[in-house]
């Protein structure tokens, strides 16, 4: 089993000062700046950066705040829409090839796309295909340059139909057929489309180059937050640390460990609480669980 621990910055976006990107009802208190120094502070072994927070800053300049902060990037993640029909993709590509070329040139090994917006004006099956061709064109230009384009089993909406199951993520693979397009399974996106998180687990196995560790529990009858999201049959639901929520991570760690996973295990925290003090406590957790 992999020892090393990464560290999304998205995991701060509640208490972020400003550039945050979920609507919140309280101000923040952390810069970008100090964010990463905080990852390095709580001992983790690396980083996931998200495209949108750092767009505007030099790909150099990140790998050396990163850096200083006794980092290493592992994983940068990106929008891409890929769902585009064949006289789009072209263009579609080719502004992947720009993202994927600033991974690489700030040392990161994975490039995490999400990778478009169902349309729902076109049938979900001709949106597979244009999505299927445009992964694996983009994974030939990262296979190029000499990283991983990986996507996981993913919670949020707009993309859900397509990749919300294990199922769906490795049928997409599969047809992609490339060493260099892979999957990332997150631990808690199998409950908003109910499905078992080891179902979900066991489809991705011959794809897996990654892991998203997350959790999260249903919201109780007139209970509110401000912080949520839906499931595709209504159900909502608030994230939480990794010990407190419904999935059980530890027989998906064993799992991971008979399946001779051995990539990194990435934390992400998607509640209300102080996320310094959360993120300690996970990665203590999992370092336990990990024996």
């Known amino acids: 089993m992999p020892s090393s ?21 309280q101000s923040g208190f952390l810069t970008l700046e100090e964010v990463i120094s905080v990852c390095g502070g709580l001992g983790a072994d690396g ?3 998200m495209h949108p927070y750092w767009e505007d800053r030099p790909a150099r300049w990140l790998k050396q705040l990163a850096a200083e902060a006794g980092l290493p990037l592992v994983c940068y993640i990106f929008h891409s829409d890929l769902i585009v029909p064949p006289d789009s993709g072209r263009e579609a590509a080719e502004r992947t090839f720009r993202l994927l070329d600033r991974t690489a040139e700030m040392g990161a090994r994975l490039a995490m796309i999400v990778p478009g917006t169902v349309k729902p004006e076109v049938p979900l099956s001709e949106q597979r ?9 983009c994974a030939a230009h990262a296979r190029a340059i000499g990283i991983t384009l990986v996507a996981e089993n993913i919670d949020y909406p707009p ?26 399974f997150d631990t808690a996106a199998p409950l908003f ?11 991705m196995a011959p794809y897996l180059a990654h892991v998203h560790l997350k959790n999260a529990r249903p919201l109780e009858a007139g209970e509110t937050a401000a912080r949520y999201l839906d ?7 608030q994230g939480t640390s990794l010990r407190e929520g419904i999935v059980d991570l530890e027989p998906l760690l064993a799992e991971l460990q008979r399946l ?26 999992v370092r336990r669980l990990l024996g």
Do not use: K
């Open 231 to 237: 499931s595709n049959r209504g159900c909502r639901f």
């Open 5 to 25: 621990i990464l560290l999304i910055d998205y995991n701060f976006d509640w208490v972020l000062r400003e550039g945050y990107l979920n609507p919140r009802t």
């Open 159 to 184: 993309v859900q139909p397509l990749m919300g199951r294990g199922a769906d993520c490795a049928a997409i693979a599969r047809q992609v057929d490339s060493p260099a397009f892979r999957l990332i």
């Open 260 to 285: 001779d996973y051995d990539g990194c295990l990435s934390i992400e925290y998607q509640g209300e609480a102080d996320p310094r003090e959360v993120l300690g406590r996970d990665i203590a957790y």
């Open 193 to 203: 489309v109910h499905e078992a998180p080891r179902q979900a687990l066991a489809e």
């Open 47 to 49: 980083l996931e950066l």
């Open 129 to 137: 295909s244009w999505l299927v061709e445009g992964l694996a064109v």
